[in-house]
């Protein structure tokens, strides 16, 4: 939420600056977010009198002005503005000057032939509001020669991220109430409205929907004139990035903006019969202000008359009763709405706007006929008219909570002795009613105070966080016992060891869009969320791989060369019985170049599946899993290239982890060149060490006698995989051969057809002697038929 210094000092008596502001409003949980300062923006800017305006000796819209700045020679300045004219006063860019609308520095320069020395300027250019008909005019005695940003009086914007518990602070003067009670000024309080009525309300007004719609109030105000907002509120409201758009309009902004009080003015020529707060009808449709077209059900509350529907309750009003320039007559309106209903609606139309935001966390259900008084007095200070009696439809939740609270509860829970009377002080500054028994009335308002403890976070943070002193947990003498679970521990391990290879840790969001999900959940249900942070993040992700996708996919158009990408992260699927079921996972994601192209490499070098492979083994070590044990078989998912990826199991059904590279139409699904490649190990599939002491590599100790290497060369079937064949070695002899690779892959002249020709290093080791001949053979004897019983035939 934005709001000017200036709108802040309304409400607050207060000299404070602005970085004590700031520094207040951080401490006590109203986080800002920055902090502009538009006389930075209109650096350079001054209001100047036009002298003299003569047509352009050689452009038919353009004129050149003279233009003084109260200072030196007048200067000449070309300007192609209708209203510019001899006597006027505007505002002048000078040389070295930047316009905010558009970041363009100005300088001197030959226009036609014509040198201008700077530039008359729009309101549009200077981001004060929308209108670019013509240069800004300013009252005949604006001071010339003074900065046009202390002229305008630019005050610095804060800007605040509200809570969602804290509707109470929605508006400026809630957080002013705030402040005050931090001891940061004095609360200026509220004008009381004496609203004089001219005669009864000719409208109907009812709720015929009181779960949606508990209460309505409404009166009508007749002889406005819609025309421009005053300065001083279209300042505010531009402060808070808002459009000024009219005086009625601006109006309701004005007071939603100060109050968190949403309300709505309809023109009253444009209704018909009585105004009613109703449940819609399955199928009804209303233009809305955004002019969007909107179908409705019976579950949502709408405002209508005779004719139809008029507003979307509570998020936005309806094209076809909207006050015009010519309107005269107006409804006003004031309601309170139930926040549920609110939120499932806006959802449902998936429409955000700043009423909905409000009614949504939960207005104050007390300030209604105060609101549209308040609406009453601003609309008839600035439009004028006669206002009827007020109309009161149902009544609005206002009963209040009391919370029986001890003050030693601050000490215990906050960690810090406040004194009683100084937590007395706070809440009734924060307009909570403390009695002599410390029961403790809250304001209707205040929807997050539930018990005590909501009281004793509101005397602490006021009272000040930085009070809390930091205090040591207790410690039993002796060693600490580990207190990380054995999968926080793995997944430690992991992350130091993933990084240690050179891959780069993302975390990516546990939701995904329903489409991307789906690719990756091989048509399992999936976990979608009924209140999702948008419809872009509705289903729970059953893989890690797609958010490392769209994360290399951004690095990609970033223009990064290459990604290599890890996350740990659970993956969400349906257990059998329908239970949610988290599974902890590694997922890598090896994408773009994998070397660079250069003289001594030449071109550049993709990643393949052997390089995903090489990931997975070396993390599934780095897990303590027994990777010399594990099969190497096909079946990785529809998302992988059937040709290139596998899947690395212990035993026929344990699947610890899949490979590969990805399928083309899974990369044309997230819109990324390929190739890419991916790994997903399931830690949880990974098997438990036994004993105690958990995983722990063992320490080297080197042999007291030399290994031996032997070659073989076998010749295999085509379609034998190298990885059984390795295997089968490695277990022919556990007891000397400690390692097995292959060295060289052949299929050609001098190898039969269907056949290929397979070289492997088997590397011995000696035990407590060397090896004789007639041990090398019988080695050697087993190695070969272990090899034969997969139908491999030592070479010649």
């Not at 939420?1 to 309304?10: A, G, I, R, V």
């Not at 209203?83 to 558009?102: H, Q, Y």
């Not at 004496?194 to 009508?220: H, L, M, N």
């Not at 009080?261 to 018909?272: G, I, Q, T, W």
Request: with cysteine; charged share 25%; glycine share 10%.
């Amino acid at each position: 939420m934005k709001f000017s210094l200036e709108w802040l000092k309304y409400f607050l008596d207060t000299e404070a600056s602005v970085a004590e502001i700031s520094a207040k409003l951080n401490a006590i949980g109203l986080e800002v977010e920055g902090v502009e300062d538009p006389a930075e923006k209109l650096e350079g800017f001054t209001v100047a009198e036009v002298l003299t305006a003569r047509p352009h000796p050689d452009a038919d819209k353009l004129q050149v002005l003279t233009v003084s700045t109260g200072e030196g020679d007048p200067l000449t300045v070309v300007c192609g503005a209708p209203n510019a004219r001899a006597g006027m006063k505007g505002v002048l860019g000078t040389a070295g000057a930047i316009v905010p609308a558009n970041g363009m520095k100005l300088r001197k320069s030959e226009i036609r032939g014509v040198e201008s020395n700077g530039m008359m300027c729009s309101v549009r250019e200077l981001e004060l509001g929308d209108d670019h008909e013509g240069i800004i005019e300013l009252p005949a005695d604006a001071p010339v020669g003074t900065s046009f940003a202390e002229y305008n009086a630019a005050s610095p914007v804060f800007d605040v991220a509200i809570t969602p518990d804290r509707p109470d602070c929605m508006g400026v003067y809630g957080i002013a109430r705030d402040l005050a009670a931090a001891g940061m000024g004095k609360l200026t309080p509220l004008r009381e409205h004496d609203i004089e009525a001219k005669f009864a309300c000719p409208v109907e007004i009812r709720t015929d929907d009181a779960e949606g719609c508990p209460a309505f109030y409404g009166r009508v105000i007749k002889g406005v004139t819609n025309g421009a907002s005053p300065d001083w509120m279209q300042r505010r409201l531009i402060a808070a990035g808002q459009r000024p758009i009219s005086a009625l309009v601006d109006i309701t902004n004005y007071m939603m903006l100060a109050f968190g009080r949403p309300a709505h003015v309809y023109d009253l020529a444009k209704l018909s019969g009585p105004v009613v707060a109703r449940r819609a009808r399955d199928g009804e449709q209303v233009e809305a202000l955004n002019g969007k077209t909107y179908t409705l059900d019976s579950t949502m509350t709408v405002i209508a008359d005779d004719k139809g529907v008029h507003d979307i309750a509570g998020i936005m009003g309806g094209e076809h009763s909207a006050v015009q320039d010519g309107t005269t007559d107006v409804l006003l309106e004031i309601a309170y709405f139930d926040p549920d209903s609110i939120g499932v609606t806006g959802r449902k139309l998936g429409l955000a706007t700043d009423a909905r935001t409000r009614f949504e966390r939960g207005v104050d259900p007390a300030w209604l006929e105060e609101g549209l008084d308040g609406l009453t007095s601003l609309i008839q200070r600035i439009c004028g008219g006669e206002a009827s009696e007020m109309v009161k439809a149902g009544s609005p939740p206002v009963e209040p909570k009391v919370v029986q609270f001890d003050p030693a509860l601050t000490a215990s829970l906050g960690g810090v002795d406040v004194p009683e009377a100084e937590q007395k002080r706070i809440l009734e500054n924060l307009e909570f009613g403390v009695a002599a028994d410390w029961q403790v009335t809250c304001p209707p308002r205040r929807h997050d105070i539930e018990g005590p403890a909501d009281l004793v976070e509101e005397v602490v943070r006021i009272f000040g966080l930085e009070n809390v002193a930091s205090v040591a947990l207790p410690r039993t003498d002796g060693v600490a016992r580990p207190t990380a679970t054995p999968m926080q521990a793995l997944e430690r391990r992991l992350r130091r060891g993933a990084a240690a290879r050179g891959l780069n840790e993302a975390v990516t969001w546990s939701f995904l869009p329903t489409a991307e999900a789906e690719h990756f959940a091989d048509g399992e249900p999936l976990w979608l969320l009924d209140n999702p942070i948008s419809e872009d993040m509705k289903a729970m992700r059953p893989s890690l791989i797609p958010g490392l996708l769209s994360a290399a996919k951004r690095n990609a158009d970033l223009g990064a060369a290459g990604s290599r990408l890890f996350e740990i992260g659970r993956r969400y699927l349906r257990a059998k019985d329908g239970s949610s079921d988290e599974h902890p996972t590694l997922a890598v994601l090896l994408a773009g170049e994998k070397v660079a192209r250069g003289w001594a490499t030449g071109k550049a070098a993709r990643f393949d599946a052997f390089d995903a492979k090489a990931e997975a083994e070396a993390l599934l070590a780095e897990a303590g899993a027994p990777v010399d044990k594990l099969m190497v078989m096909g079946e990785a998912g529809s998302q992988f290239h059937p040709g290139q990826s596998a899947t690395l199991r212990l035993g026929p059904k344990n699947v610890l982890a899949r490979f590969g590279a990805l399928h083309p139409a899974t990369l044309d699904a997230f819109d990324i060149d390929g190739p890419v490649v991916a790994v997903e190990i399931y830690l949880d599939a990974i098997p438990a060490k036994k004993g105690k002491g958990g995983f722990e590599k063992p320490h080297f100790a080197p042999p007291a006698l030399q290994s031996v290497e032997r070659d073989f060369a076998f010749l295999v079937p085509a379609e034998l995989p190298a990885g059984d064949l390795l295997r089968a070695v490695k277990g022919a002899d556990k007891a000397n051969i400690v390692d097995a690779r292959v060295f060289d892959v052949f299929a050609g002249q001098g190898v039969p057809e269907g056949k290929k020709s397979l070289a492997i290093e088997v590397t011995l080791q000696p035990g407590e002697k060397s090896y004789k001949d007639e041990d090398l053979k019988a080695i050697s004897g087993a190695v070969v038929a272990a090899a034969a019983k997969l139908g491999a035939e030592l070479r010649g």
